[in-house]
């Protein structure tokens, strides 16, 4: 028996009075609103309008949603294709299981039509939200907690995760705690959130490179993170998927920091194809 290991929920739904509501789907909508809060309060300060970033999440949140479900049916088949498995399950975005490089791509989707819609510069409404959008990601991470899914190798250590034996893998049965890779990951995702608005005014990361800059630090994270995972996941040379997409992503967010503080240095004026006539003129140029 553990000395000290931290709790699993013992369901997976909260109720809001009578209505059950899944957790996991509650950790997502949660997070797409922080987002859109926190993206909205840093366009405003660059100058523009305080309701451009909620109207442009409205293509990106479906989007992200949809694209996050294919990610993870695409990589994790078996479940829902395989012997066993429920296709209908994969419909089942509320019960778990988003993939972040499928969101974050199909999401940027969204993103992008909504911008053409509204006039403005995509780069630009990237630096803004992306912050708020590894804060979502801190916050959806609970979700797996709730679901009891996505933990790390066993582990003795006292902030060892308790698995009831029914969420335990194959070949886990004796043993009772796990790492917390939802916790490393959330707190990771936080220290990410910090080290994009500091640096971003730091250093006037302006054209995608805040953006660029929260996608290469993600990448480190998860890249560790990812290692210490047991769930079942394809693997190519001996590393797993995700650790492979870490890598390569991780390597394009870097050549893109390079190359466009070369051709594009400082931060782009948004004032003019969105200004909001809230925002005051310091602000502007601090954000």
Known sequence: ?????LPSPSTGVLYLGPVPLRAYAFCIILG???????????????????????????WAVPF?????????VITSPDAYFGEGGEPVKALYVWEG?????????????GAWIGCR????????YADAVAPGIVLAQAIGRWGNWFNQELFGRP?????????????????????ATFHPTFLYESLWDVGVA???????????????RTFALYVAAYTVGRFWIEYLRIDEAQHFLGLRLNNWTSIVVFAGAVA????????RPGVEDISASDGGADAPEAEKASA
Do not use: C, Q
């Open 155 to 175: 582990t003795s250590l006292p902030w060892g995760l308790e698995i009831s034996p029914d969420n335990r893998p194959e070949g886990y049965a004796d043993v």
């Open 256 to 263: 893109y920091l390079v190359i466009s503080a070369r051709r």
């Open 64 to 72: 992200g949603l949809v694209g996050g479900r294919l990610y993870h």
């Open 97 to 109: 299981g988003l993939g972040i490089w499928g969101a974050i791509a199909l999401g940027g989707v």
């Open 194 to 208: 910090v080290l994009v608005i500091w640096a971003g005014a730091r250093f006037a990361l302006g054209h995608g």
């Open 1 to 5: 028996m553990e000395l000290a290991a």
């Open 117 to 124: 819609r509204h006039g403005v510069p995509f780069p630009a």
């Open 32 to 58: 797409a609103f922080v987002a859109v809060w926190l993206g909205t309060r840093r366009w405003a300060a660059r100058g523009g309008k305080k309701e451009t970033i909620a109207d442009i999440a409205i």
